[in-house]
């Protein structure tokens, strides 16, 4: 396992490639069942008659599939303490059954927080592409993470 990342591992500019994930017909039954239930995610003709043409997965489903891409890249071995939100998401294109997902985080600016000593926050562009190099979902927002930084004493 490598180092842990800490706040000053994410500079500025800085890319996280993601691994790539195979999106399967199964996968997307099984979380529309649960979390999504519209025709377009749960029967593969339903999907063919909507306008993503074919079996089709949630929104959501691609944000939690895109969560995993990014822990295995990075978060999973760095010292985050979560996020306080997201900024922005954007679905461009649909994910469908059978696709291949790959994609990349870039860090856009990074700085220790002042109301919480030794902790920074790092503001990341998530940029997810299917197997033909399209663009299907771009995000933008931070996450919490340790600093190496010892945390100043004021008195």
């Not at 295995?72 to 760095?78: I, K, L, M």
């Not at 771009?138 to 996450?143: F, T, Y």
Request: with cysteine; proline share 6%; charged share 20%.
């Amino acid at each position: 396992m490598s180092a842990t990342l800490m706040f000053e591992d994410f500079t500025p500019g800085r890319r996280f490639d993601y691994a790539p994930h195979a999106v399967t017909a199964d996968q997307i039954v099984a979380f529309a069942m649960e979390f999504d239930p519209q025709p377009m995610h749960l029967d593969e003709e339903a999907g063919r008659r909507s306008i993503l043409g074919g079996l089709s997965a949630s929104g959501w489903h691609t944000c939690a599939m895109v969560m995993r891409m990014m822990c295995d890249s990075f978060v999973g071995r760095s010292s985050s303490q979560g996020s306080p939100g997201i900024d922005t998401m954007q679905w461009r294109r649909p994910v469908l059954a059978g696709d291949t997902l790959s994609g990349y985080s870039h860090v856009l600016e990074a700085r220790l927080l002042r109301s919480r000593p030794g902790i920074g926050i790092v503001r990341f562009r998530n940029t997810v592409l299917n197997q033909h190099g399209e663009t299907v979902a771009i995000s933008e927002g931070p996450i919490l993470f340790r600093s190496q930084a010892k945390p100043q004493v004021h008195e």
